[in-house]
Protein backbone atom coordinates (compact mmCIF):
# COMPACT_ATOMS: atom_id res chain seq x y z
CA UNK A 1 0.00 0.00 0.00
CA UNK A 2 1.22 3.56 -0.03
CA UNK A 3 2.89 6.23 1.92
CA UNK A 4 1.17 9.05 0.09
CA UNK A 5 -2.11 8.10 1.14
CA UNK A 6 -3.65 10.34 3.91
CA UNK A 7 -5.87 8.72 6.67
CA UNK A 8 -7.88 10.90 9.02
CA UNK A 9 -8.38 8.69 12.16
CA UNK A 10 -11.02 9.47 14.69
CA UNK A 11 -12.16 8.31 17.89
CA UNK A 12 -12.25 9.48 21.81
CA UNK A 13 -10.27 7.23 22.65
CA UNK A 14 -6.71 7.24 22.11
CA UNK A 15 -6.04 3.50 23.13
CA UNK A 16 -8.73 2.87 19.85
CA UNK A 17 -6.88 5.18 17.56
CA UNK A 18 -3.49 4.06 18.98
CA UNK A 19 -4.95 0.17 17.66
CA UNK A 20 -6.07 1.49 14.50
CA UNK A 21 -3.23 2.98 13.66
CA UNK A 22 -1.09 0.24 14.23
CA UNK A 23 -2.85 -1.89 11.88
CA UNK A 24 -2.66 1.10 9.04
CA UNK A 25 0.94 0.78 9.99
CA UNK A 26 1.27 -3.14 9.04
CA UNK A 27 -0.51 -2.01 5.91
CA UNK A 28 2.65 0.30 5.33
CA UNK A 29 -0.06 2.98 5.77
CA UNK A 30 1.78 5.89 7.82
CA UNK A 31 0.34 9.07 6.55
CA UNK A 32 -2.28 8.86 9.35
CA UNK A 33 -3.45 11.98 11.17
CA UNK A 34 -5.45 11.79 14.34
CA UNK A 35 -8.52 13.62 16.05
CA UNK A 36 -10.26 12.78 19.23
CA UNK A 37 -13.96 13.93 18.43
CA UNK A 38 -16.03 15.29 15.47
CA UNK A 39 -15.45 18.97 15.98
CA UNK A 40 -11.49 18.87 15.88
CA UNK A 41 -11.37 15.94 12.78
CA UNK A 42 -13.41 18.81 11.10
CA UNK A 43 -10.88 21.30 11.64
CA UNK A 44 -8.44 19.02 10.11
CA UNK A 45 -10.31 17.97 7.02
CA UNK A 46 -11.01 22.15 6.49
CA UNK A 47 -6.70 22.05 6.60
CA UNK A 48 -5.46 18.80 5.04
CA UNK A 49 -5.55 16.42 2.16
CA UNK A 50 -7.35 13.65 3.51
CA UNK A 51 -7.60 10.58 1.60
CA UNK A 52 -9.92 8.15 3.99
CA UNK A 53 -11.78 9.09 7.09
CA UNK A 54 -12.20 6.34 9.91
CA UNK A 55 -14.60 7.27 12.46
CA UNK A 56 -16.07 6.41 15.49
CA UNK A 57 -19.58 6.40 15.63
CA UNK A 58 -20.09 7.79 19.57
CA UNK A 59 -17.93 11.00 20.49
CA UNK A 60 -18.47 14.02 22.43
CA UNK A 61 -18.97 17.14 21.21
CA UNK A 62 -19.78 16.17 17.31
CA UNK A 63 -20.39 12.06 16.43
CA UNK A 64 -19.51 10.15 13.53
CA UNK A 65 -22.80 10.78 12.35
CA UNK A 66 -22.46 14.58 12.84
CA UNK A 67 -19.17 14.50 11.02
CA UNK A 68 -20.17 12.49 8.04
CA UNK A 69 -23.22 14.85 7.65
CA UNK A 70 -20.68 18.05 7.38
CA UNK A 71 -18.53 16.10 5.01
CA UNK A 72 -21.28 15.38 3.06
CA UNK A 73 -22.37 18.78 2.34
CA UNK A 74 -18.96 20.34 1.91
CA UNK A 75 -18.84 21.04 -1.85
CA UNK A 76 -14.63 19.69 -1.85
CA UNK A 77 -15.23 16.80 0.08
CA UNK A 78 -18.69 15.28 -0.35
CA UNK A 79 -17.04 11.88 -2.14
CA UNK A 80 -14.48 11.18 0.76
CA UNK A 81 -14.47 8.01 1.51
CA UNK A 82 -15.91 7.48 5.00
CA UNK A 83 -15.57 4.04 6.78
CA UNK A 84 -17.59 4.43 10.09
CA UNK A 85 -16.33 2.30 13.15
CA UNK A 86 -18.74 0.85 15.53
CA UNK A 87 -19.93 -0.90 18.11
CA UNK A 88 -23.51 -0.22 17.28
CA UNK A 89 -22.99 -3.30 14.84
CA UNK A 90 -24.99 -5.50 17.34
CA UNK A 91 -28.29 -3.82 17.67
CA UNK A 92 -30.42 -2.16 14.97
CA UNK A 93 -29.09 1.55 14.93
CA UNK A 94 -26.39 1.00 12.61
CA UNK A 95 -26.77 2.71 9.60
CA UNK A 96 -26.15 0.57 6.48
CA UNK A 97 -23.62 1.33 3.55
CA UNK A 98 -24.90 3.78 1.35
CA UNK A 99 -27.76 4.99 3.64
CA UNK A 100 -26.76 8.32 4.52
CA UNK A 101 -23.97 8.61 2.54
CA UNK A 102 -22.19 6.41 4.54
CA UNK A 103 -19.66 4.45 2.33
CA UNK A 104 -18.65 1.28 4.34
CA UNK A 105 -18.90 0.61 8.66
CA UNK A 106 -16.67 -2.15 10.65
CA UNK A 107 -18.55 -3.50 13.53
CA UNK A 108 -16.07 -3.47 16.45
CA UNK A 109 -14.57 -5.77 17.66
CA UNK A 110 -12.92 -5.89 14.33
CA UNK A 111 -9.83 -8.43 13.20
CA UNK A 112 -6.87 -6.48 10.99
CA UNK A 113 -7.79 -8.54 7.98
CA UNK A 114 -11.26 -6.72 8.38
CA UNK A 115 -9.66 -3.30 8.33
CA UNK A 116 -7.48 -4.72 5.17
CA UNK A 117 -10.30 -5.56 3.13
CA UNK A 118 -12.27 -2.47 3.85
CA UNK A 119 -9.24 -0.35 2.99
CA UNK A 120 -8.40 -1.94 -0.34
CA UNK A 121 -12.33 -1.55 -1.21
CA UNK A 122 -11.90 2.23 -0.47
CA UNK A 123 -9.04 2.98 -1.76
CA UNK A 124 -8.70 0.53 -4.57
CA UNK A 125 -5.18 -0.47 -3.34
Given amino acids: ??????????????????????????????????????????EILNEQNVDLVICDWNMPEMTGMELLEKVRTHDNLSELPFIMVTAEGKGKTIVEPGKENLTNYIAKPFKPQDMEEKLKLMLHI
Fill in 1 to 42: MSDNICILVVDDFSTMRRIIKKILKGFDLTNVLEAENGSRAW
